[in-house]
């Protein structure tokens, strides 16, 4: 089954409104990294969460890695169109054969 | 300048007829790694090397290879392409296998098999 969740799947917003998608893991994750994929493009790294309970900021984007590091969140402030693409969530455990892990991502539009 | 180079950027194979892709770094990362993304999925991992160390993912069809001469390039072959192949296939290096480094993405190479 899928080891690394997200949801929503897809998220239409309206310029300027905020955007949150959730990553949940089925195991204890060592850390957890996000990219954004714009259309047509390909995955481009964004940060990564080494502690529990973490957060960072990156201006309009807020990253947080829960207290048991098995979920995580990204939200935007204030969206703007050229946040159009899709996030992933990228887990990293043991448990997944010392290997990174993709969610599905979430795929958002940013209508002006 | 582009660190992670795949080529080509679009590729036309025939059903069953061998075809490889490229891909070249520039940034001396030990870890180089190929996934394979089909339409409105995550990447899904096919393999990676830690230096000169094979790595395949269990359910890496047999008809998937990959080579790695040297530190700067790899490359994928898949001996018998079928339709259900065609995808982006994104190959990606990290400097470390630790899993607390960035991965660097080409920009992948479309492939359609007709």
């Known amino acids: 089954g899928q080891q690394v969740m997200q949801i929503p799947q897809y998220q239409h917003v309206q310029e300027g409104e905020d955007f949150t998608t959730y990553c949940n893991s089925s195991?204890?994750?060592?850390?957890i990294q996000w990219y954004k994929q714009r259309p047509g493009g390909h995955p481009v790294f964004l940060i990564q969460?080494?502690?529990?309970?973490e957060v960072k900021k990156q201006k309009r984007l807020t990253f947080q890695f829960g207290e048991a590091k098995k979920n995580s969140s990204l939200h935007i402030t204030a969206t703007q169109t050229t946040d159009v693409g899709t996030y992933f969530c990228?887990?990293?455990?043991?448990?997944?054969?010392?290997?990174?892990?993709f969610g599905p991502g979430t795929r958002l539009s940013v209508l002006p | 300048d582009a660190m992670v180079i795949q080529n080509p950027r679009y590729q036309v194979t025939q059903f069953g007829k061998p075809v490889t892709l490229s891909c070249s770094q520039t940034?001396?990362?030990?870890?180089m790694y190929w996934y394979q993304q089909k339409s409105s999925q995550a990447p899904k991992l096919l393999f990676h090397?830690?230096?000169?160390?094979?790595?395949n993912e269990a359910d890496t069809p047999d008809n998937f290879q990959s080579r790695r001469p040297n530190t700067s390039f790899c490359f994928l072959d898949i001996r018998s392409p079928g339709l259900g192949d065609a995808a982006m296939y994104l190959c990606?290096?990290?400097?470390?296998?630790?899993?607390?480094?960035?991965?660097?993405f080409g920009q992948g190479t479309r492939l359609t098999v007709v």
């Open positions: 990606a290096t990290s400097s470390s296998f630790v899993g607390n480094t960035e991965a660097f």
């Open positions: 969460l080494v502690k529990s309970g």
């Open positions: 090397y830690y230096d000169k160390d094979f790595n």
């Open positions: 940034l001396n990362h030990n870890v």
């Open positions: 990228a887990g990293f455990s043991d448990n997944y054969g010392q290997n990174f892990v």
């Open positions: 195991t204890t994750l060592s850390n």
